[in-house]
């Protein structure tokens, strides 16, 4: 289990055991998701449609297309 602290500014730092997991670097992407359990996840932007495809699902929404999901990923790195 990693802590951090959040800034003045809203601002965290993900541990470096959490972005080697990830697989994040310097300007990676990610997105923030909460659960239908309420938990937060961690979301790379960098995978592609068929690495997400059941993530659509686990939030709730059911039969998503890989349009679909790629509007939402679209959406989501224009954000």
Not at 40 to 60: A, C, N, Q, T
Request: net charge negative; glycine share 6%.
């Amino acid at each position: 289990m990693s802590n951090t602290i959040v800034s003045d500014r809203g601002q965290i730092t993900i541990p470096e055991e959490i972005r080697n997991y990830l697989k994040l670097n310097a300007g990676s992407k990610i997105e923030f998701v909460i659960d239908e359990q309420g938990e937060v996840k961690i979301i790379p932007l960098k995978f592609s449609v068929e690495d997400l495809s059941g993530i659509l699902h686990h939030l709730g929404i059911e039969q998503a297309t890989i349009k679909d999901m790629e509007n939402a990923i679209q959406e989501a790195a224009n954000d």
